[in-house]
């Protein structure tokens, strides 16, 4: 009889709060940092006690994810921490995942699904051939990802630069610059553009007509009025008074 009846495996991890899973006769207590994971068929019948956690469960297909972990039961409630690593990617990346849910097309979706098994797969334990398979992939992308949330929460700054990024991560800057250059483009270009969007978003909001070009075109991490100009050009193919004008008149 095979450790595993069923072909779904279940990670349960936990965001806050914690509890003592039943699993296989064995109990494994499990709270903020921890993910476990466990067969699909048993999953229902087990008890999570006390209530009260707060928690992401993801369910992978045995057949799928048995080729990139060799023995699928020797990660059966095997605790496995979320705050760092393949797993905290994992985690960001699906939630990223599901906040982008309805602007995903079936191609993407199927693109997110390798990637997720692919940080799955390092979090548990790879084989040797599908962690250097993940790591030019899923890992990639999913850092690409947090970075650019990174970027996007500071409003894409000038202020910050590849050296900041990277300690944030836990990477190198020459990486950090690697990755958006595999999309071909740099992070130069994607902070510029984010902080154009920011602008443009303010100048279109009758709610900052009050506030003038500078302060806004500051706000949105440009110090030289004159380069936020040109720059504002290029991108709009108008000044940031045409923007502000149009608005007006709406």
């Not at 006769?25 to 921890?34: Q, T």
């Not at 990477?171 to 994607?190: H, I, N, P, Q």
């Not at 279109?204 to 050009?233: C, E, K, M, Q, V």
Request: aromatic content about 6%; charged content about 25%; proline content about 4%.
């Amino acid at each position: 009889m095979p450790l595993i009846d069923s072909d779904d495996l279940i990670l349960l991890a936990a965001l806050d709060g914690a509890s003592v899973m039943k699993h296989r006769g064995r109990e494994e207590p499990i709270g903020n940092g921890r993910a476990l994971m466990m067969s699909g068929e048993e999953v229902g019948l087990n008890l999570i006690q006390p209530g009260g956690m707060r928690f992401v469960n993801m369910s992978f297909s045995l057949r799928q994810l048995s080729p990139l972990i060799g023995d699928p039961a020797s990660v059966l409630m095997q605790p496995l921490p979320t705050t760092s690593g393949a797993m905290r990617l994992l985690l960001d990346y699906v939630q990223s995942i599901q906040d982008a849910d309805d602007a995903l097309t079936p191609e993407t979706w199927q693109l997110a699904v390798t990637h997720i098994f692919d940080l799955a797969a390092l979090a548990m334990g790879a084989t040797r051939d599908a962690a250097e398979i993940a790591r030019g992939r899923g890992v990639r992308v999913a850092r690409l990802r947090a970075i650019k949330a990174d970027i996007l929460a500071h409003g894409g700054h000038g202020e910050l630069s590849a050296e900041d990024i990277a300690a944030r991560h836990h990477l190198c800057a020459r990486y950090v610059r690697k990755l958006f250059e595999s999309e071909g483009t740099s992070l130069s270009d994607f902070m510029l553009r984010q902080r154009l969007v920011r602008a443009h978003r303010m100048l279109g909001d009758p709610s900052h007509a009050d506030r003038s070009i500078t302060a806004i075109a500051f706000d949105a991490g440009f110090n030289d009025l004159s380069y936020f100009n040109r720059a504002f050009r290029r991108r709009y193919d108008a000044t940031p008074s045409d923007v502000r004008a149009a608005a007006l008149k709406n």
